[in-house]
């Protein structure tokens, strides 16, 4: 699935379909889909019902990593809080700043994240790499960058539960 979806989450469940059309032929039952909702508002979840697929839990990615509970009081601590993954670490540039086309009118970032406090980074590795571009990705925006370490345990066992494991 094209990440920049995300940028455009009222095209996720149809490009589901379109890719469960393709696969299910070849895999039959043995699908699942590894979307969480996204911003899709319930319609990921309608398909999938639709579908008879399961899908990963969470309104969102940062609930695999985080968990749906520490995710809740994160957001009830500060809900202006932008959160990053190691993906959208190393994305940002891409996803974010040219598609917001920040790289050409940078005076454009405080209408976009004028709401926003911080940036939280779910990192699943914490490579001085990624920090480096997790800490260029909060200035880009202006923010002050957290880092809360969350390896991929929450992804793996949300992924155990998909199949069944």
């Not at 890719?19 to 508002?41: E, N």
């Not at 319609?43 to 985080?66: K, Q």
């Not at 590795?125 to 202006?142: D, F, K, M």
Request: glycine fraction near 10%; charged fraction near 20%.
């Amino acid at each position: 699935m094209p990440p920049l979806l995300h940028n455009h989450p009222e095209k996720i469940s149809a490009q589901v379909g379109l890719v469960v059309g393709r696969l299910r032929p070849k895999y039959g039952a043995r699908l699942a889909v590894g979307y969480a909702d996204c911003g899709t508002y319930g319609a990921l979840d309608a398909l999938c019902t639709e579908l008879g697929l399961a899908r990963i839990g969470g309104a969102h990615c940062y609930d695999m990593f985080a968990g749906q509970r520490e995710m809740a009081a994160m957001f009830e601590a500060e809900p202006g809080t932008y959160v990053l993954t190691d993906f959208l670490v190393r994305s940002f540039g891409r996803l974010v700043v040219i598609e917001l086309g920040l790289d050409e009118h940078p005076e454009l970032r405080d209408d976009y994240f004028r709401h926003y406090r911080r940036v939280v980074w779910l990192a699943q590795r914490a490579t001085p790499e990624l920090l480096g571009l997790a800490e260029e990705a909060a200035a880009t925006i202006g923010l002050p960058l957290k880092v809360v370490p969350t390896g991929d345990v929450g992804l793996e066992r949300e992924l155990a539960a998909l199949i069944g494991v």
